[in-house]
């Protein structure tokens, strides 16, 4: 039909399916058409090899558009198929057009299939700790290209080039895996790159993770104390004869004019030391050294699951300016993650230009003591050969600010551009409001997400940490996967979590995965942070309809439940005591504890072990498991927590609003509790001066349960407090991502005292989900959105809101506006082969809509701003 087309086919969650290791890979794909109620009834799949016949499911009755199983001949190592799809609707006299094919592509699958052999630079003595190297070798073609292909990977992070060219635009490869169990190795189509006759293959070669500085301690060389090149080109020709080129003993090192490079210090580049021509044939590389043969288990090279960190925006200079010390600082208007590329002036050689990063200023200076030891400082040495263009390549910087000394003239803000650096995730999700600080906090959000969203998924960018920590992810998950398609990325640090989970520590979650051994403490099982190998497969699943996760992780997730259950005890009461992150950096605890929380953290693990328990029953019938044992589970400690925490009323023991949040979040009450609970919460936000009070696990519950106990108008006001503790105070104070602290900043402009202070930590920010699924009121109601929840709550304060997401079925739209208070306008977009549940806030009936633009209108009640008590202190009356 004319109206009706198919976006071209994705393969399981990757944005380009080149070099997978999937053997039968599901395939989605996406229906557009304004056709009101449109649903599809029949699909038919083409999947093509190179040549031969193609193989056809023919018409398949079935309205199952995502993740559908592959049932062409599986794939071998090098296959490449041309998959497309046709689909039928209800009504239809015929079948879509066929929409454009998609070429999908094996990587290499078993290990006989890999010849390289891993080569080591060598260097000269005294090159440092933080050395660069270059890696190369030349090799005749006698026969024209017809494919090639470059499989590479590293011990360090590469950037490889032909014939003078750099392969690919990825960022710090391969990225930081759990090594020992798991590396990824890339595939790249460099059939451009070659020619017949004499070729050259070079590699730049720098620690990156496996044998840089990683963590606080000082330490260096965690995996291994140098670097290594793993590279096997392969080359197709007309006769079908194949040419292949490995790293082998032939290749040559040299040090590199990057003289320094290293994830946390920076990076130092000598132009004077540069080398013309090193990556091209006919380079006299006859001073350089040979290299040096290692070992690597091919056993442990898996295909990446997600997309590659790229370069995704640039980022203008705003403002540069002179400190009070006279240092020359420049200010992006972003805190950011990446680094900068500088357009050099034409100076003498010698001239020596030093970068520092940071991303606050501090009375005027650079505010460099958050950064605790990593140096966070790019150097370049010009050459006096002119202009040019430079930028970092194996480091990057969490920054807003830079400091430049050694400029030669005038600095122009056109001298330098911020290179923002991220996993290149596809955008999913918008959210917009009447409210532009509730909109900057968003924002903010997004920025935080971006930054920390780097390979695996950090708590921060800037300091000397940087660590995958598992409960900012547990918690900021939702988020996550509304803003971003993080489904392939995460994908593969849940393989990292659950290798080191069960082969290295006997069922405990670390902390943070990859792990090292940073902490004073042995490992042990942690309330909320060990949790993430339940919730994030779970909200994954929910958010992507993809039951294969749970099945990928259930021997991690059930191992968590063993261990956590384990240390709860018979009795469920956690009676080994000990240390435990619990709600961590309440607004209460002091800057040298961020653990000294008002609700222990026994009361924090009984809830999060009922929770986890009940998901896990709840997946098991997903899975089609038996689940019966975590029901159980899940009943004994929610009994616990109400007999231990709870009143026969329904008020907590510790009152506090993480204490209450959790009790009704995680249904632990029991109905008769549950209302007075509700009220207790709202009376307890009151208490706080609708300020904030809760820390890492407490602050994504607590306007979802105000809501949920009918006190939205408490949860709103929570929302737009300005005043520190909240979350629009680091707004006022000019933020532009998320804050690890309540108040990173204090409002004299001095960072805060703590240990412990960043301005890019997405954890507190995970109260956007609230903002997606209840203010503009955007949900799925069923795994993959195949079923949307629209069900705005507007509140006093926000007179607009709305929200997109680009579903598995394509785009869904939520806005509204509200006049004169009781007004509610609502505008739907139910993307095609999927329906709605549209419940207006005015009392009546759900309404079920199918795919189209739906308008709706009602009368509400006129909002009611909470009563404050006579005490409470209005910053706004007081001007």
Known sequence: MSDLTVLPVTVEHHREPLGIDDTRPRLSWVSRTELPDWRQVAYELEIAPADGAAWSSGRVDSAESVLVAWEAPALVSRDRRAVRVRVWGEGDTGPSAWSEAVVVEAGLLEPADWTATLVRPVLPAGSGDEAVALLRREFTLDRPVVRARLYATAQGVYEAELNGSVVGDQVLAPGWTSYTHRLRYQTYDVTGLLTEGVNAIGVHLADGWFTGFLGFTGKRGWYGDRTGAFVQLEVDHPDGSRTVVTTDGSWRSAPSPLTRAGLYNGETFDARRELPGWSQPSFDDADWAPVETGSLDVATLVAPTGPPVRRTETVAVQTISTSPSGATLVDFGQNLVGRIRFSLPDAPAGTEITVRHAEVLEHGELGTRPLKAARATDVVVLDGAGPRTWEPRFTFHGFRYAEVSGWPGELRPEDLQAVVVHTDLHRTGTFTCSDPDVERLHENVVWGMRGNFLDLPTDCPQRDERLGWTGDLQVFAPTA?????????????????????????????????????????????????????????????????????????????????????????????????????????????????????????????????????????????????????????????????????????????????????????????????????????AEQVLKDGFHIATGFLGTPLVTDALT????????????????????????????????????????????????????????????????????????????????????????????SAAATHETPYGTAEVSWTLSDGTALALDVTVPPNTTAEVVLPDGSAPTEVGAGRHSFTATIPEPVPVEKPALFFDPEAHQ
């Not at 023991?653 to 009790?663: D, H, I």
């Not at 006022?732 to 690890?740: D, H």
């Not at 703590?754 to 507190?764: I, K, P, R, V």
């Not at 989900?769 to 069900?791: E, Q």
């Open 481 to 681: 996967s509304f803003l971003y398609d993080t489904t392939g990325m995460l994908r593969s640090w849940l393989a990292d979590l659950a290798a080191e989970q069960l082969t290295d520590h006997a069922g405990i979650v670390p902390m943070y995965v990859p792990y090292l051994p940073l902490m004073p403490f042995p490992l042990q099982a942690d309330v909320g942070w060990g949790d993430a190998a339940v919730v994030v497969p779970w909200v994954l699943y929910q958010r992507s309809g993809d039951a294969g996760l749970l099945a990928d992780q259930w021997a991690s997730m059930t191992a968590w439940i063993d261990v956590f259950a384990a240390r709860a005890g018979a009795d469920l009461d956690f009676p080994e005591g000990g240390f435990s992150f619990g709600d961590w950096l309440d607004t209460a605890a002091p800057p040298d504890n961020p653990a000294a929380a008002r609700t222990p953290w026994q009361c924090v693990a009984t809830a999060y072990l009922a929770r986890s328990a009940r998901t896990m029953a709840q997946a098991a019938q997903v899975l089609g498991r038996d689940g019966a044992g975590f029901a159980d589970l899940a009943e004994r400690a929610a009994e616990r927590f109400r007999a231990e925490y709870v009143t026969p009323t329904g008020r907590v023991t510790f009152p506090s609003q993480t204490a209450y949040a959790l009790a009704l979040e995680f249904d632990l009450l029991t109905p008769e509790q549950r209302g007075h609970a509700g009220a207790l919460l």
């Open 708 to 799: 949920h106990a009918g006190e939205l108008a408490t949860a709103y006001e929570l929302l737009l407090q300005r005043e520190n503790p909240s979350w629009l105070y680091p707004v006022t104070m000019g933020a532009t991502t998320i804050w690890e602290r309540w108040d990173s900043m204090l409002p004299d402009g001095t960072i805060n005292p703590g240990e412990m202070t960043s301005f890019n930590h997405y954890a507190l920010g995970a109260v956007a989900d609230w903002l997606h699924r209840t203010v503009a009121g955007l949900a799925p109601a069923a795994p993959g959105y195949r079923r949307l929840r629209v069900a705005p709550r507007p509140g006093p304060g926000i007179t």
